[in-house]
């Protein structure tokens, strides 16, 4: 069974920096696209960015310029590295293996 596991959350100011890290269970890392998504209250889910197997990478367009995806074969994990974080990147933060997969979400608090 896959297994996803999210974290790096906090509180963080405005302006600075979290990265998140996605640690998956076994053989599928190499083979699957990693995403991760928010949910903010009372929000839908979304996604944020996508890296795929080959390493492609999309992003939304609300953190272009600001977020960064990346993964690592060696310690099949993936990452969202987030600078200039605004208050509205609040949000519980998923990751998601393929297409089905999640973990159970990391919390991103943006506030002063």
């Known amino acids: 069974q896959v297994h996803v596991v999210e974290s790096g959350g906090g509180l963080v100011q405005p302006g600075g920096s979290l990265r998140l890290s996605c640690a998956t269970s076994?053989?599928?890392?190499?083979?699957?696209?990693m995403g991760w998504y928010r949910q903010a209250p009372g929000k839908e889910r979304e996604l944020v960015a996508r890296?795929?197997?080959?390493?492609?990478?999309t992003y939304v367009d609300a953190v272009k310029g600001r977020f960064t995806i990346s993964r690592d074969s060696g310690t099949m994990k993936a990452y969202l590295q987030m600078n200039s974080l605004k208050s509205e990147d609040t949000a519980v933060y998923y990751c998601?293996?393929?297409?089905?997969?999640w973990g159970q979400g990391t919390q991103v608090t943006v506030s002063s």
């Open positions: 998601q293996a393929g297409d089905s997969v």
């Open positions: 890296i795929g197997s080959d390493g492609r990478t």
């Open positions: 076994g053989r599928i890392f190499s083979i699957v696209s």
